[in-house]
């Protein structure tokens, strides 16, 4: 059974910085393709950013530019360091781990990122 505890949330004035963490536990970590998805009040959870064991990743064209998100295997972590936030980034945030063969998705808690303008 595999776990996901994201931390790193809170808040900050746009313009700021915020970096979010995501512990895995569980086995397997390097065949997960990990992800960061947000779900903001009313609307629907979208990917935000996502990464795959060779480090290969893929960005929400919001978000290109401003953050990025990386792994390490050693570790089981997966973060997602945020930039230039912007009221608009204001949601919760998901820590994912989607396995192709399955397929299985395991969701964390989520972490609140409120941004002020």
């Known amino acids: 059974q595999v776990q996901l505890v994201e931390s790193g949330g809170g808040l900050v004035h746009a313009g700021g910085s915020l970096r979010l963490s995501c512990a895995f536990s569980?086995?397997?970590?390097?065949?997960?393709?990990m992800g960061w998805y947000r779900q903001a009040p009313g609307k629907q959870r979208d990917l935000v950013a996502s990464?795959?064991?060779?480090?290969?990743?893929n960005y929400a064209d919001s978000v290109k530019g401003r953050f990025t998100i990386s792994r390490d295997n050693g570790k089981n972590t997966v973060d997602l360091q945020m930039n230039s936030l912007e009221p608009e980034d204001t949601a919760v945030y998901f820590c994912?781990?989607?396995?192709?063969?399955?397929?299985?998705?395991?969701w964390g808690k989520g972490t609140l990122v409120t941004v002020s303008s």
């Open positions: 994912n781990a989607y396995r192709l063969l399955g397929p299985i998705n395991y």
């Open positions: 569980g086995s397997s970590f390097g065949i997960y393709r």
């Open positions: 990464i795959i064991s060779d480090k290969s990743t």
